[in-house]
């Protein structure tokens, strides 16, 4: 009996070794991950501010660091919605070609199935599809999913206001109905509605804004502000 006893006191204590190394294993592989992720993340950071990647060097490190984290944990949404964003800001910069932009929506489309409530991936991922075939009926459906899980979410509002100015001359009723309301949430953030005009310049449709803001009693709040003052003269 003592020695049934001592056996089982043996396995137990052999389990809790087994258990107690394997979660040290996992918790260093998640140390690594993040600290990899960290890296690339700070990378996007400095982009984004700048607007423009330094250099390839620069791009080379974030995307070796993401790949990296993503070794250590492939099914981490955050990590694969990261590495999506470091190709798109490689193909901006023309440090990878522009048929990689096919490999950025089927990582968004991965990120997705490990957190498909993220409604900024799934305006990325609009704005991608949107980049290789327009405003399409496959396009509209990621907006939707966007607008569903982030209706309020200052980000996404944006991505699908730019993406629909963008392709301002394709959308039917039910898109225009809905460009024209998300124009009205910018009513009482001039800041955001300052970049939206810029890029409106840029796209050739800012008049289009700015008739709206001069004529339409829905942005009166607006019709002595700096922002019309200095866009729409």
Not at 26 to 46: G, R, V
Not at 96 to 125: A, C, N
């Amino acid at each position: 009996m003592k020695k049934l006893n001592s056996s089982v006191t043996d396995f137990c204590i052999s389990l809790l070794i087994i258990l107690t190394l394997a979660f040290a294993f996992i918790s260093f592989q998640w140390a690594l991950a993040s600290m990899w992720y960290f890296n690339a993340s700070y990378h996007i950071d400095e982009w984004s501010r700048s607007e423009l990647v330094d250099n390839r060097r620069d791009y080379d490190d974030a995307l070796l660091a993401i790949n990296k984290a993503i070794s250590y944990s492939s099914e981490n949404p955050h990590y694969l919605h990261t590495k999506g964003k470091i190709i798109h800001w490689g193909i901006i910069s023309k440090f990878e070609k522009q048929h990689k932009i096919k490999e950025i929506k089927e990582i968004y489309k991965t990120s997705l199935i490990y957190r498909e409530s993220w409604p900024i991936v799934w305006s990325d991922l609009a704005r991608i599809n949107s980049l290789i075939e327009g405003l399409s009926i496959e396009t509209q459906s990621y907006i939707d999913k966007a607008l569903f899980y982030g209706p309020y979410k200052k980000e996404v509002i944006l991505e699908v206001f730019d993406i629909y100015m963008q392709n301002l001359s394709d959308l039917n009723s039910t898109q225009t109905l809905l460009f024209y309301k998300l124009l009205e949430s910018f009513t009482n953030h001039p800041h955001l509605l300052k970049n939206i005009l810029i890029n409106a310049e840029e796209y050739g449709v800012a008049h289009i804004i700015c008739i709206q803001i001069k004529f339409n009693q829905k942005y009166k709040s607006l019709s002595s502000s700096w922002v019309k003052n200095e866009y729409c003269k």
